[in-house]
């Protein structure tokens, strides 16, 4: 079984910063992609930044303010975000695509985390 565990959510004022961060545990064999999405209320989730094989691509409304890094070692993704506004205000969602152990290494799984609150207000 695998997991995806969010941390680091929370309220910030406008031009703030804030760090995600999202661990994978469990039957890992393979990582192939770690990402982060977000979620607005009355909105549809949407990408905000992924990093694939060492290459990272980030949703035009975030370039320059957020930057995704993996930590190999650690299975761990981190999202950091500065210069918040308040349309940054979402929940977060880790996303990852996992080959589990014993599993098809063509057939990779697709995992979420539970999400964290995101506020940015004054």
Known sequence: QVQLVESGGGLVQPGGSLRLSCAASGSIFSIIAMGWYRQAPGKQRELVA????????????????????RDYAKNTVYLQMNTLKPEDTAVYYCNALIVPIGRDVLNPLDYWGQGTQVTVSS
Do not use: E, L, Q
Not at 57 to 67: A, H, L, M, W
């Open 50 to 69: 992924v990093v694939k094989g060492g290459s990272t691509n980030y949703t035009d409304f975030v370039k320059g303010r957020f930057t995704i890094s």
